[in-house]
């Protein structure tokens, strides 16, 4: 099933044009990992853990909005993605409970820091930072795309704000908040960052 009739399996027949603009949005040029690959990924993770969530088509709704607007010269990219949803499902027959819910969840997206008692948001956060506990081959893969995504910053202030970024997340207790997402990810996660940091400080 390709990316628009994904959505159209979501969402109805009647928003393929929504379903069509946003997988437009996640082919842009400029992504080279935030892209569908990203997208498709975020969505089977939450198929996966979709048992622990409270609104599981939410959080799908979520996954799909979550990067629609994606600049990496930009620090609001998630707040923009939160305003493109509020639009974009405005032509919808979605109630508007649903709608604030998939807003919020997008805008959760910028720390990754559910509250304990947010299945919704555990769920979509989880599935989004997946990629650091996938095998060192993907997780290298997806490293590389990242630089290249911020190709336009010189190496030396690229390495200065990665290793930040990744040392923050070693100091987190846990990367991930459902308990299937932590038994699979979690050792390999920090494995992984543990890695890269080596080879960025090198």
Not at 50 to 64: F, I, K, M, P, S
Not at 132 to 153: Q, S
Request: proline share 3%; charged share 30%.
């Amino acid at each position: 099933m390709n990316l628009v009739e994904r959505w159209v399996a979501l969402a109805g027949s009647h928003t393929r044009r929504i379903g069509a603009e946003l997988d437009a949005r996640y082919g842009e040029s400029h992504r080279r990992y935030h892209d569908r690959a990203h997208l498709a990924a975020v969505l089977d993770i939450v198929d996966e853990l979709a048992g622990h969530a409270a609104d599981a088509d939410a959080v799908r709704l979520a996954a799909w909005f979550h990067d629609a607007v994606y600049d990496p010269q930009r620090a609001d990219n998630e707040e923009r993605s939160a305003r493109l949803a509020v639009r974009m499902l405005a032509d919808t027959d979605l109630a508007a409970a649903t709608v604030d819910e998939v807003v919020r969840l997008v805008e959760l997206t910028v720390g990754h820091a559910p509250g304990d008692d947010d299945r919704n948001g555990q769920v979509l956060c989880d599935a989004d930072l997946a990629i650091l506990g996938a095998d060192p081959e993907r997780y290298a893969a997806y490293a590389a795309a990242v630089r290249e995504e911020y190709a336009f910053v010189p190496e030396e202030f690229f390495r200065a704000g990665r290793a930040q970024v990744l040392t923050g997340l070693l100091e987190l207790p846990s990367l991930f908040h459902t308990p299937e997402a932590r038994a699979r990810f979690e050792d390999r996660a920090r494995h992984n960052i543990t890695t890269e940091l080596r080879l960025l400080n090198a």
